[in-house]
């Protein structure tokens, strides 16, 4: 798969980014997003250096990710417990089978 220059800005300047042909929506998205959390940071917290700025929006979406990579942890455990149950419950219902 080839890549292909694409144009996006983040906060106030425009970078040429390589991406997968395909996914040049899904970076603009991105950019797009990454752009109004460092504008949001920005008047929430009265930040101006954009090392910090970025520094701190980035920590916050890894917080995120962190948060969303333990819940989708637990509830993949809770599906595997659930489906163990369930086949032991199978198991039991077939053992009362009558052999035909």
């Known amino acids: 798969m080839s890549n292909q220059a694409v144009e996006i800005q983040v906060y106030g300047r425009t970078f040429k980014v390589n991406c997968p042909a395909g996914q040049e929506d899904a970076l603009r998205a991105a950019a797009a997003d990454f752009d109004q959390r460092l504008k949001d940071l920005s008047e929430r917290t009265k930040i101006t250096n954009a090392e910090q700025l970025l520094m701190f929006?980035?920590?916050?979406?890894?917080?995120?990710?962190?948060?969303?990579?333990?819940?989708?942890?637990?509830?993949?455990?809770?599906?595997?417990?659930?489906i163990n149950e369930m086949e032991d419950l199978l198991e039991k219902a077939l053992q009362y089978q009558p052999k035909r």
């Open 57 to 82: 929006t980035g920590l916050n979406i890894c917080n995120e990710l962190h948060s969303e990579r333990q819940e989708q942890q637990r509830n993949a455990e809770i599906l595997s417990n659930r």
